[in-house]
């Protein structure tokens, strides 16, 4: 099965990605996470992906394609997709299809998480975590124990660049006409399926699990 996660930025689809790809067996890819991973490792890839992300931009697509088919090409890939945070733009669905296409496979289904946009701005804004363990916080919802000290193991704890109101609200404006043509892209392929992003995180996975139970896989090749 090949799944991708659509939805403006935290709408939560890095938290429901990895739930769904454990409970259906689907190797999760974050393409955010990749250049996370290759800015903190100082690439050549990540030092350039990192000003964009800074900048709430978008990383240009040739550079993106490129890393996610690699990717996706690689033998622990063909077990199946949790897609998450790609594809993000028009040229990028319409590569993922005709690379999928050689592979005599396609996209099962999309999933777009749909949150208010003002809920997405608290959200994010509020976010922090820990560079030691990688424990998640938020300033209403989950607050530690000592402001900016990390719960479980002491380490101060840091916001995402990224996750700063100025670039929170560049990042909301890059992404939401994208994210509203890559829905109608999929729509009119049939394979989009809108979830109410709002409420407690069980009652999300909850709400994708019985889209995906509609899910016809009929006809898809391993
Ligand atoms: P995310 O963790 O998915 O919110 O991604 C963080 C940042 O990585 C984004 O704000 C973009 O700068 C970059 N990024 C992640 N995925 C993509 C993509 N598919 N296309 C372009 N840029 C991306």
């Not at 733009?89 to 396609?106: H, I, K, N, V």
């Not at 530690?144 to 380490?155: I, L, R, T």
Request: negative net charge; proline residues 5%; hydrophobic residues 35%.
């Amino acid at each position: 099965m090949r799944l991708i996660l659509l939805g403006l930025p935290g709408a939560g689809k890095g938290t429901q990605a990895k739930i769904l790809a454990g409970r259906q067996g689907l190797l999760h890819v974050s393409t955010g996470d990749m250049f996370r991973d290759a800015a903190a490792e100082g690439t050549a890839l990540g030092t350039r992906a990192q000003e964009y992300m800074t900048a709430g931009q978008l990383v240009p697509d040739e550079v993106t394609i490129g890393m996610l088919l690699e990717r996706i090409a690689k033998p622990d890939a063909q077990v199946g997709l949790m897609l998450d945070g790609f594809p993000r733009t028009l040229p990028q669905a319409e590569a993922l299809d005709r690379a999928l296409a050689e592979q005599g496979s396609e996209i099962d289904a999309v999933l777009y998480i749909k949150v208010p946009e003002d809920e997405l701005m608290e959200r994010l804004t509020g976010r922090w975590s820990c560079p030691q363990c990688g424990a998640i916080y938020h300033t209403q919802s989950k607050p530690p124990q000592v402001a900016e000290v990390c719960d479980e193991c002491g380490a101060a704890l840091t916001q995402r660049a990224d996750d700063q109101p100025a670039t929170v609200q560049a990042r909301l404006d890059t992404n939401r006409e994208w994210t509203e043509q890559l829905a109608q892209y999929y729509r009119a392929q049939g394979k989009l399926h809108e979830v109410d992003g709002t409420g407690s995180p069980e009652s999300i996975t909850g709400r994708l699990l019985e889209a995906l139970q509609g899910v016809s896989l009929q006809g898809r090749k391993a």
